[in-house]
């Protein structure tokens, strides 16, 4: 699904680099969280997987058609936008050029927010809030879901739904998920995966390998 | 008043005016660019001043030179990534310092005062014909990038993503700002054009609606400024542009206040 060689990235095009050296290869159908320090990288190769920045040396490559991507939680960039959620995931379907305006209350019954199409988007708690980007990133079934720290500034409820969302995503329809995630215990016990970046370097490892070698939580996440 | 043909020219223009102004504005507004507004409209008197010497229609000149500024801000936005305020201190510079040497020159055959104050006097049938062709190509426009303009307001990333060309739409939303400047300058005038883009737009979000919504109430409280502002203005024998922004402040002011005691009501109910 997605497949980095040699990947190097720097804003200005020469050294230091964010990303130095990237190798990773990730087949379909995993679920995949992208964790490290602040400034590691992780943003970045999100950013260079959905094409919002070229590679500056070597390449990164994904078959995926079609890519759905759930952004940071930002209050301020929206507080105030005057924009019911049926009205941003319409102009959203226009954008997609989706025919199909089922595809709207579709994407909503997934996230359990069927109630909430004439809400303003101002109006709606973080959790649900959320919920609508994953319902927005749904729409065209993507065969790649995209998420930057879906659980940030979420209150704990709301966390627990948007995993059970994301997992049943994974394994119900065999979407693969690449999730950057500063929750580890999320990360430990939801993915199938763990892709670990170092200031710019990374190793790919089980859950279990990340919990014992970095952590210290087990697969249950209990801190051991 | 309206067996005037002046005053017949300046109803149609301002009707125009009224849809063009808070349409385009809302995205202004919402993008947080409501100062590229303010500097566009300082851009049009360079454009204004350079066909007055040249004995061009004014409008014309000012929708050419805003657009040119228009498209300079956007490019511009590539070198002063961190400094994005500079912009529009440069494009400021370059346009009234265009506008300041050429009336001191004294190469102009006519007098730029209503052009910086509003007048419904100087507004000519070439005028009108203009004013009607750039609004309807704008709305046009506005109508079929509707949904990529609201995205781009929006959540700019996920607009990229879903493939939109954001780079080539704000080159040509720069153009359709262009547009709704040089519409409104001949009635409002250079120094306030930013109340008619902005104000109707502050007005209807108060209302606390969707965004079809919150366009529909701009576009009606922006004909309600206009309309007042000229009636008063010419009862009161002042220039509608200074005065149709006081109108459009105070409506602004009675939406609020109105606003309030909706909710002082409500709460007192509960």
Do not use: W
Not at chain 2, 158 to 174: M, P, Q, T
């Amino acid at each position: 699904m997605i497949k980095a060689e040699n990947l190097y990235f720097s804003y200005t095009g020469a050294a230091p680099y964010i990303l130095g050296g990237v190798n990773l290869e990730l087949k379909d159908g995993e679920y995949v969280s992208v964790v490290g320090d602040n400034g590691s990288g992780k943003s970045t190769l999100i950013r260079l997987i959905l094409k919002l920045l070229k590679p500056t040396s070597g390449r990164i490559e994904t078959t995926a058609g079609r890519i759905g991507y759930v952004p940071q939680r930002s209050d301020a960039a929206h507080s105030g936008f005057p924009i019911t959620v049926r009205e941003m995931l319409d102009s959203y379907r226009h954008l997609l050029k989706l025919k199909n305006r089922d595809v709207i209350d579709d994407s909503l019954r997934q996230v359990g927010l069927s109630d909430y199409s004439g809400a303003l988007m101002g109006t709606l708690s973080g959790g649900q809030s959320q919920k609508v980007m994953i319902a927005r990133a749904l729409m065209g079934d993507p065969e790649l879901l995209v998420l930057d720290e879906p659980s940030t500034g979420v209150d704990v409820h709301s966390q627990k739904e948007i995993y059970s969302i994301i997992k049943k995503l994974n394994k119900e329809k065999g979407m693969t998920i690449v999730s950057v995630e500063h929750n580890l215990v999320a990360a430990i016990s939801n993915s199938t995966l763990i892709y670990h970046l170092d200031v710019g370097h990374g190793h790919i490892c089980t859950p279990a390998q990340f919990a014992a070698e970095f952590t210290g939580i087990g697969l249950d996440g209990r801190e051991e | 008043m309206l067996s005037y043909g002046f005053m017949q020219n300046a109803f149609l223009v301002s009707i125009f005016i009224a849809v063009l102004a808070p349409s385009i504005g809302i995205f202004l507004v919402l993008r947080r660019y409501s100062m590229i507004g303010d500097t566009l409209s300082h851009a049009s008197l360079a454009g204004i001043t350079i066909s007055l010497a040249c004995n061009q229609n004014p409008v014309l000149g000012a929708f050419v030179f805003t657009s040119i500024s228009g498209a300079l801000i956007e490019f511009l936005r590539g070198y002063f990534k961190k400094n994005t305020d500079l912009i529009l201190s440069i494009v400021l510079a370059l346009s009234v310092g265009t506008a300041i040497t050429i009336i001191s020159s004294g190469r102009l055959h006519t007098n730029a005062d209503a052009f910086l104050f509003g007048s419904v006097l100087t507004v000519t049938v070439s005028d009108t014909v203009l004013v009607m062709i750039l609004s309807v190509i704008s709305v046009l426009a506005l109508i079929a990038l509707y949904h990529q303009l609201v995205y781009i307001a929006y959540d700019e990333e996920a607009a990229r993503i879903a493939g939109v060309r954001v780079r080539l739409l704000n080159y040509i939303f720069s153009v359709l700002v262009a547009s709704a400047v040089s519409v409104t300058i001949r009635i409002v005038g250079v120094l306030v054009i930013s109340s008619m883009i902005a104000l109707p737009v502050a007005a209807a979000l108060q209302l606390e609606k969707g965004f079809k919504t919150t366009l529909v109430f701009s576009v009606v409280f922006s004909v309600v400024d206009i309309m007042l502002g000229l009636v008063l203005s010419y009862y009161l024998g002042v220039a509608p542009g200074g005065f149709t922004a006081l109108v459009s402040v105070a409506v602004l002011i009675v939406v609020i206040l109105a606003k309030k005691c909706v909710r002082i009501k409500a709460t007192s109910k509960v």
